[in-house]
């Protein structure tokens, strides 16, 4: 039976991949993330995996359940309470592919197995990037966007510069292990294709992992290297028209007004003041987890460019900021659920002592990427962006409470 489980162990490593992988295409990771939910539930059946016999369990089952109980305390607000019954199932489902990427890959052999496919898919997702912007077309044959951003293969959106930041730390801490001029070029062209996408967002989430990069990189004259490559990277990129005019409009002149701070934040400030009446008319159960767009019209104001009349053409489909987006749609439980999971894995985080952090550290910097309080990332529960999140999270809650990482003996309560 051991054989069985570390075969299982191995498949579900290449889930993980695959869920990361297939993040490009239509229909995105879904069928992976559903494979890796079985074999979660399979642990469960087998007791390979109890709800809460370890400290790793008892912490899972209460993340899911900060996340669970204000979802579905928002079914009470009158706003597409099938959109709230979705995410419900949503979290169901990835509550056991959690299990499952947890109880595999805190095993040395299975994460060293993931890390090198996350390697392997950064560099291929970057090249192909590189190949779109000096041909016009990627290797798949999938164009620059309309206005000339980068996309890489994942078509007419700004998706490539949301999950690369995601994901590029696992990857250069693999390759900083024996290709640290390998990881530095890897980084640079990062930074590059992520400016030239022109997505600001993902220029603050690359700023963050090039500080964690920096400061763990063992080369000798490394701020002569990382600034060679910073004005290189930088230099290039302002060859991209879409890239001086994102700079163009967020560093010509210091924004003194609200129109100022809201044209070089195209229009957010609009979103944002949007859900915010949401959350101050709803605030202990929020719009609706999942409604956002529903609820829009009500409670935007009358010259909204993104309400049902506005210049945009189109209602705004979510609150383009994590933390503003669970104050609209879940109200103050919703955004003290996810700061409580938030406050605990820091607090964990510090009691692993400096060697053993090593090991969590790209996964560490890949959350802190993802959860930067102060810019317009993706919010949670989108179906392309919570199957990363998930991954990334899973991973590192195995490995902070892996007897292979922690100090901490496993008999101290939560």
């Not at 996408?197 to 920096?214: C, H, L, P, T």
């Not at 302002?238 to 934040?265: C, G, H, M, Y």
């Not at 894995?345 to 002592?353: A, D, E, P, T, V």
Request: glycine share 6%; hydrophobic share 55%.
């Amino acid at each position: 039976m051991q054989s069985v489980l570390d075969k299982l162990k191995i498949f579900t490593a290449i889930l993980s991949v695959l869920i990361i992988a297939w993040s490009p295409f239509i229909g995105g990771p879904r069928l992976f993330a559903v494979l890796a939910a079985i074999v979660g539930f399979f642990y469960f059946v087998r007791k390979e995996w109890s709800l809460i016999r370890t400290n790793e369990e008892r912490f899972l089952l209460y993340s899911f359940i900060a996340i669970l109980i204000p979802t579905t305390i928002s079914l009470i607000a009158p706003y597409s309470r099938e959109s709230v019954i979705k995410v419900i199932v949503l979290v169901f489902i990835f509550y056991f592919c959690a299990i499952g990427i947890t109880h595999s890959l805190k095993n040395r052999n299975t994460r060293e197995l993931f890390e090198k496919g996350i390697t392997v898919i950064a560099c291929f997702w970057v090249f192909d990037a590189l190949i779109q912007y000096a041909v016009g077309v990627d290797i798949i044959g999938v164009p620059l966007s309309g206005d000339g951003r980068v996309v890489g293969m994942f078509g007419d959106n700004l998706r490539y510069a949301a999950i690369l930041p995601a994901i590029l730390p696992i990857a250069l801490w693999w390759l900083m292990k024996k290709y640290q001029f390998a990881a530095v070029t890897l980084y640079f062209a990062s930074l590059f294709t992520v400016f030239a996408s022109g997505y600001r967002a993902g220029w603050v989430m690359m700023a963050i992992v090039g500080i964690g990069f920096f400061v763990h990189l063992q080369i000798k004259h490394k701020r002569l290297v990382f600034l060679a490559f910073l004005i290189l990277a930088i230099l290039l990129a302002s060859a991209s028209p879409i890239v001086v005019r994102k700079f163009e409009a967020t560093f010509d002149s210091l924004p003194t007004t609200t129109k100022q701070f809201n044209s070089i934040l195209t229009g957010r400030i609009h979103i944002w003041s949007t859900a915010l009446n949401m959350f101050s008319e709803c605030p202990l159960a929020g719009v609706g987890v999942g409604a956002f767009d529903d609820a829009y019209g009500e409670y935007c104001a009358p010259n909204d460019p993104f309400g049902p009349n506005g210049a945009r053409g189109r209602i705004a489909n979510h609150a383009h900021q994590l933390y503003i987006s669970l104050l609209a749609e879940a109200g103050i439980p919703g955004l003290l659920g996810f700061i409580a999971v938030v406050l605990y894995s820091i607090k964990r985080w510090y009691s692993l002592n400096i060697s053993r952090k090593v090991i969590v550290q790209p996964y560490a910097w890949s959350l802190i990427a993802i959860i930067f309080p102060v810019n317009a990332q993706p919010i949670l529960f989108l179906s392309w962006w919570f199957p990363v999140v998930i991954v990334v999270f899973s991973i590192f809650v195995g490995l902070i409470f892996s007897s292979e990482t922690s100090r901490v003996s496993n008999s101290s309560g939560l």
